[in-house]
C-alpha cells in the first residue's frame, strides 16, 4: 500500500509541486473568527482538477498565525490522506508519525466524506504543527507535534445537549416502509430490526393497525446538529400485547422485565482463554519517551497462525493493512459496540460481511509493529475504548438488582412519552 502510494509521489509534476509551494507560502487567512463555529476558510483543494485555491487570500500576521489553521479541507470520496499531505507538500515521515501516534485509536481510518481536516503548518520547515480531524461538531481528533518524537493525540468531545422525539406510526405494508413514512431512518430501522429480532418476525407477525412508538435523543451543540443520535425506546403494539425495549444507563437495550435483548458477548477473542500478555491500560507511559501512551485494548500472547474468533455476533465494518496496527479487522455490533482485533497474519473474512459470536476472522500474528506475535482486542462502547475483560458486556442477562428500581423508573418515563403521543 504504501509502496503505491511512493510511486504516486514521485509521478507529481514538479511544475505542480512548485506552484502549490508557492501559494501556500502567500496563503493567509482574512479575519479572526470563533474556531468554534465558523471554518476560518475552506480551500477547496480539489484534487482531481486544480491545486489552486480559488478563495482570495491575504498576508497572515505572524503572530496570529500560531492558532489559526493554515488549511482546512472536506474529505470527498476517493481521497487518499498520503494524496492530501502530498499536495500539501507535507513530508510523507509527518504522517508516518502520525499514524503511530494514532496506532492505539484508528481515527485517521475512520475518516469518511464530509469529515474535516484542519492543518497547522510550521512555514518555515514545512512540518505539520498540528492536524485536526473534525467528524462532527461534537467530535474532534488533534494531533499535537511533540519536537522529533512524534505526534499526541488528544480527544475532544463536546457533550452539546441531547433532545428526544417520539415518532409514532401505523402499520401499513411493511415495518420498514411504515417506519420510514413516519420519519425513522434507515439506520433506526436497522438498529429496531436487528435489536427485536428475536421477539418478533417483522415479515409475519404485523398487521395493518398494529402501532409502534420510538424515542430517539439527537445531539446539538450550540444549537446545531451533531448527527450523533440514539434511540432510547421501542414499542410495537402487535395486535395489543406490545413488545418493548429500553436503553439502559449501562448502554445495553432490555425489555420491560429488565432482560437483555441483546444476544451476548464472550469475553476473549479466541476459541479458549489464553494469557493476558498486557492489560488495558490507559495511563500507560511509554517505557521510552515517559509520554502517556494509552494501551486500548487487551493483549493475548499467543503463536502465529491461531485462530482469532469475533466476541459477538456482527457484521465486518472494516479490514485494513496499517504501518503499525497491521492487518487488522473491525466488527460493529450494532448498539454502539464495536470491536477491534490487530496483528494478524491472515484475514479471513471481507468487509460487509456477517459474523456470528465465536466464528474465525483471523488467523493471529505479528504483523504492524510489534515485539512478538499477539492478539489485540479492543472493545469500544460509543466509540470509547474500554476494558474489554471486565467491561458490563450483553451477557444476555438482566438488569442488575441493584440498578432495577432506575431501570423501571425511565421505563415510565419512556412509556409516558410513548403513549402520550399515540393517543394525541
Ligand atoms: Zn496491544
Known amino acids: 500500500m504504501y509502496e503505491k502510494k511512493t510511486k504516486t509521489f514521485s509521478k507529481l509534476s514538479k511544475t505542480m509541486l512548485g506552484l502549490m509551494g508557492l501559494s501556500l507560502i502567500t496563503m493567509a487567512v482574512s479575519v479572526s473568527?470563533?474556531?468554534?463555529?465558523?471554518?476560518?476558510?475552506?480551500?477547496?483543494?480539489?484534487?482531481?482538477?486544480?491545486?489552486?485555491?480559488?478563495?482570495p487570500v491575504v498576508e497572515l500576521e505572524a503572530e496570529s498565525s500560531i492558532d489559526l489553521p493554515a488549511y482546512e479541507y472536506?474529505?470527498?470520496?476517493?481521497?487518499?490522506?498520503?494524496?492530501?499531505?502530498?499536495?500539501?507538500?507535507i513530508p510523507y515521515s509527518d504522517l508516518l508519525q502520525l499514524m503511530e501516534a494514532d496506532l492505539n485509536h484508528l481515527r485517521i481510518d475512520t475518516l469518511q466524506p464530509g469529515d474535516i481536516l484542519r492543518f497547522w503548518i510550521d512555514g518555515a520547515v514545512k512540518h505539520l504543527e498540528k492536524l485536526e480531524l473534525e467528524f462532527n461538531i461534537a467530535e474532534k481528533v488533534q494531533y499535537q507535534r511533540l519536537g522529533d518524537e512524534g505526534y499526541e493525540l488528544v480527544e475532544v468531545n463536546i457533550p452539546g445537549k441531547w433532545n428526544q422525539t417520539v415518532t409514532t406510526g401505523d402499520i401499513e405494508g411493511s415495518f420498514s416502509v411504515s417506519a420510514r413514512r413516519a420519519g425513522l431512518s434507515y439506520n433506526d430501522v436497522a438498529a429496531i430490526t436487528t435489536l427485536l429480532k428475536d421477539k418478533i418476525n417483522f415479515s409475519r407477525d404485523l398487521r395493518a393497525g398494529d402501532k409502534f412508538e420510538v424515542v430517539r435523543a439527537e445531539q446539538f451543540v450550540e444549537g446545531q446538529p451533531s448527527g450523533n443520535r440514539e434511540i432510547q425506546a421501542i414499542r410495537i403494539e402487535r395486535r395489543g400485547a406490545p413488545i418493548t425495549a429500553y436503553l439502559h444507563s449501562d448502554g445495553n437495550y432490555y425489555d420491560k422485565s429488565g432482560d437483555s435483548l441483546q444476544s451476548a458477548f464472550q469475553r476473549y477473542p479466541t476459541v479458549s482463554k489464553k494469557r493476558i500478555s498486557s492489560g488495558f491500560n490507559p495511563k500507560r507511559k511509554h517505557p521510552v519517551t515517559g509520554r502517556v501512551s494509552p494501551h486500548n485494548g487487551t493483549d493475548f500472547a499467543v503463536p502465529t497462525g491461531t485462530p482469532?474468533?469475533?466476541?459477538?455476533?456482527?457484521?465486518v465494518v472494516m479490514v485494513r493493512n496499517h504501518p503499525y496496527a497491521g492487518k487488522y479487522i473491525v466488527v460493529d455490533h450494532g448498539n454502539q459496540f464495536r470491536t477491534r482485533y490487530l496483528h494478524n497474519s491472515k484475514i479471513l473474512v471481507r468487509k460487509g460481511q456477517r459474523v456470528t459470536r465465536g466464528q474465525r476472522i483471523a488467523l493471529s500474528?505479528?504483523?504492524?509493529?510489534?515485539?512478538?506475535?499477539?492478539?489485540h482486542y479492543e472493545l469500544l462502547i460509543?466509540?470509547?475504548?474500554?476494558?474489554?475483560?471486565?467491561?458490563?458486556?450483553p451477557m444476555a442477562t438482566s438488569v442488575s438488582r441493584q440498578e432495577m428500581t432506575d431501570f423501571k423508573k425511565s421505563v415510565a418515563v419512556f412509556d409516558k412519552m410513548m403513549l402520550a403521543q399515540q393517543f394525541k
Open 74 to 89: 472536506t474529505i470527498q470520496s476517493g481521497d487518499s490522506l498520503s494524496e492530501i499531505f502530498m499536495k500539501l507538500g
Open 365 to 375: 500474528g505479528r504483523s504492524g509493529r510489534v515485539t512478538g506475535p499477539h492478539i
Open 308 to 315: 482469532v474468533v469475533s466476541t459477538g455476533d456482527g457484521v
Open 382 to 393: 460509543r466509540g470509547r475504548a474500554v476494558n474489554p475483560m471486565t467491561a458490563k458486556i
Open 33 to 55: 473568527v470563533n474556531m468554534k463555529n465558523d471554518p476560518i476558510r475552506i480551500i477547496p483543494l480539489n484534487l482531481t482538477d486544480s491545486v489552486m485555491p480559488t478563495q
